[in-house]
């Protein structure tokens, strides 16, 4: 068992050196009347009979109103992005903010535009799903139409399927010591920022929330724990380059280490369109006294030069040892070429657990897909020793600003002779070409690679052993 955790682990830990995981950043929200003090929370369960909002099955009423019908509909599908602080353009988790802009929630939710969920829905049930009925349609429709209309605090009722907004108080911040700005010469610049948070005892991380500095410019990030044993190392890598942080490309740069020696673990991270990172019930990523945090920040500087950024992570901890300890192993195709032209290019890879000495059965939580500008869909399948195929998640018209963790309703039990699949369609024609510097690029050979004009094919899978 131990080698192949070992294999497992350093499969993990090289794969996502080259890069991260954890559509938006989430912020606490309070719906809040006029007549409410600042800050005030909405109770959970509001008293007396109510109708149970957005989500009650029947023709949406003529005349909604927010706190009862739109409310808990923005909380469950939109306050992800739309809150004071988030990744959106505004805020609409105040009645105040959410009715100055009734129409156009009518406008971009009827044409599909809002809320952004491409999953298919004919794959693995998904938690926290965002995308809205025909019912929920309808009460944006009508509510805009009736001059989105405040309604009585009263019968607001807290949506069943609502995320718990991210703590006000975190335990744990880290965030670089200064801004840094990368060099103008540099379209991608891959950096190191090492935090050392001063921890004389374990953690046990289970929700996590990164803020970029600048959205602009930050194309992904990865959080690392390096651990007592090497902190020295990224110290000194860190004091011997100029300026904020150090250069570093693939990982942090120091060796990983084994399993009875682990050096390196990767812990959680950010890209385009990823919500806040909270582990399922029961497990969580423990993090050892003594160690450093190392961000590793992949900028680029495609849209803008010469920016700074300060990106933070914030952290929060179990009082206690979660039941299981999780980790993220990823499955990924490399040293692939998309030729110049291609409108329909297809990669795919597979891993087995048996065929990496894993003998005994792992459970898996929920995926994360990753791929670039060029990508058209993905796909993720489990094939059972059977020969039956499940699909995990289906992602048939991929969009590189909206991607994230998707956790399974029900956990998924894979056995050491089952096969997980990840196939990934690329589009690299000259109508799909992104622009650079203001100018449409022209066809060219893609290579995989981590810059932003190479591709990726990968998905990531949080687990636990057995």
Same mark, same amino acid.
């Given at each position: 068992?131990?080698?192949? %955790?070992?294999?497992?682990?350093?499969?993990?830990?090289?794969?996502?050196?080259?890069?991260?995981?954890?559509?938006?950043?989430?912020?606490?929200?309070?719906?809040?009347?006029?007549?409410?003090?600042?800050?005030?929370?909405?109770?959970?369960?509001?008293?007396?009979?109510?109708?149970?909002?957005?989500?009650?099955?029947?023709?949406?009423?003529?005349?909604?109103?927010?706190?009862?019908?739109?409310?808990?509909?923005?909380?469950?599908?939109?306050?992800?992005?739309?809150?004071?602080?988030?990744?959106?353009?505004?805020?609409?988790?105040?009645?105040?903010?959410?009715?100055?802009?009734?129409?156009?929630?009518?406008?971009?939710?009827?044409?599909?535009?809002?809320?952004?969920?491409?999953?298919?829905?004919?794959?693995?049930?998904?938690?926290?799903?965002?995308?809205?009925?025909?019912?929920?349609?309808?009460?944006?429709?009508?509510?805009?139409?009736?001059?989105?209309?405040?309604?009585?605090?009263?019968?607001?009722?807290?949506?069943?399927?609502?995320?718990?907004?991210?703590?006000?108080?975190?335990?744990?911040?880290?965030?670089?010591?200064?801004?840094?700005?990368?060099?103008?010469?540099?379209?991608?610049?891959?950096?190191?920022?090492?935090?050392?948070?001063?921890?004389?005892?374990?953690?046990?991380?289970?929700?996590?929330?990164?803020?970029?500095?600048?959205?602009?410019?930050?194309?992904?990030?990865?959080?690392?724990?390096?651990?007592?044993?090497?902190?020295?190392?990224?110290?000194?890598?860190?004091?011997?380059?100029?300026?904020?942080?150090?250069?570093?490309?693939?990982?942090?740069?120091?060796?990983?280490?084994?399993?009875?020696?682990?050096?390196?673990?990767?812990?959680?991270?950010?890209?385009?369109?990823?919500?806040?990172?909270?582990?399922?019930?029961?497990?969580?990523?423990? %993090?050892?006294?003594?160690?450093? %945090?190392?961000? $590793?920040?992949?900028?680029? $500087?495609?849209?803008?030069?010469?920016?700074?950024?300060?990106?933070?992570?914030?952290?929060?901890?179990?009082?206690?040892?979660?039941?299981? $300890?999780?980790?993220?192993?990823?499955?990924?195709?490399?040293?692939?070429?998309?030729?110049?032209?291609?409108?329909?290019?297809?990669?795919?890879?597979?891993?087995?657990?048996?065929?990496?000495?894993?003998?005994?059965?792992?459970?898996?939580?929920?995926?994360?897909?990753?791929?670039?500008?060029?990508?058209?869909?993905?796909?993720?399948?489990?094939?059972?020793?059977?020969?039956?195929?499940?699909?995990?998640?289906?992602?048939?018209?991929?969009?590189?600003?909206?991607?994230?963790?998707?956790?399974?309703?029900?956990?998924?039990?894979?056995?050491?002779?089952?096969?997980?699949?990840?196939?990934?369609?690329?589009?690299?024609?000259?109508?799909?070409?992104?622009?650079?510097?203001?100018?449409?690029?022209?066809?060219?050979?893609?290579?995989?690679?981590?810059?932003?004009?190479?591709?990726?094919?990968?998905?990531?899978?949080?687990?636990?052993?057995?």
């Amino acid at each position: 068992m131990a080698n192949a %955790l070992r294999t497992a682990l350093g499969l993990s830990l090289g794969a996502l050196g080259a890069f991260g995981l954890e559509d938006c950043t989430e912020a606490p929200s309070a719906f809040q009347s006029r007549d409410a003090e600042p800050g005030t929370d909405v109770p959970r369960e509001a008293p007396g009979p109510t109708d149970t909002g957005p989500m009650t099955v029947g023709p949406a009423p003529e005349r909604p109103t927010w706190w009862r019908d739109v409310a808990p509909l923005v909380q469950s599908r939109c306050v992800e992005c739309h809150v004071s602080g988030g990744i959106a353009p505004f805020p609409l988790d105040t009645f105040e903010a959410a009715s100055e802009r009734a129409p156009l929630m009518a406008l971009e939710t009827r044409m599909g535009r809002m809320p952004p969920w491409p999953p298919a829905d004919d794959c693995r049930p998904l938690q926290h799903v965002r995308r809205l009925s025909p019912r929920e349609l309808a009460v944006l429709d009508n509510w805009a139409r009736a001059g989105a209309p405040e309604g009585d605090r009263s019968t607001y009722v807290r949506p069943p399927d609502a995320r718990e907004p991210f703590p006000s108080s975190v335990d744990y911040t880290a965030t670089p010591t200064a801004p840094y700005t990368p060099p103008m010469s540099a379209l991608d610049d891959y950096r190191c920022f090492v935090v050392n948070p001063g921890w004389t005892e374990a953690k046990h991380m289970v929700q996590a929330r990164i803020t970029p500095g600048d959205a602009r410019i930050v194309h992904h990030l990865n959080m690392f724990e390096v651990r007592a044993a090497s902190a020295a190392e990224v110290e000194a890598l860190d004091a011997r380059a100029p300026g904020e942080g150090y250069p570093c490309f693939g990982g942090v740069g120091v060796p990983v280490g084994s399993l009875a020696d682990q050096r390196v673990q990767y812990v959680a991270g950010w890209a385009p369109g990823s919500p806040a990172l909270r582990t399922p019930p029961g497990t969580g990523i423990r %993090l050892e006294a003594g160690s450093r %945090l190392v961000l $590793q920040v992949h900028y680029n $500087q495609s849209v803008v030069r010469g920016a700074s950024d300060r990106t933070r992570v914030e952290m929060v901890f179990s009082p206690t040892a979660p039941r299981r $300890q999780a980790m993220v192993i990823p499955v990924m195709a490399d040293r692939f070429r998309i030729p110049a032209g291609m409108p329909d290019y297809a990669v795919e890879s597979s891993l087995q657990p048996r065929a990496l000495g894993i003998t005994f059965p792992v459970t898996v939580y929920g995926a994360f897909p990753h791929m670039h500008q060029f990508a058209r869909a993905t796909r993720s399948t489990l094939t059972r020793a059977s020969g039956a195929d499940e699909c995990l998640v289906d992602v048939p018209r991929w969009q590189f600003h909206w991607q994230q963790f998707y956790m399974f309703d029900e956990p998924v039990r894979v056995e050491p002779d089952d096969r997980v699949t990840v196939q990934c369609r690329y589009d690299n024609s000259a109508a799909n070409q992104p622009v650079v510097g203001g100018v449409q690029r022209t066809p060219q050979e893609v290579r995989s690679g981590t810059g932003t004009l190479d591709e990726m094919c990968m998905a990531f899978f949080y687990i636990t052993i057995l």
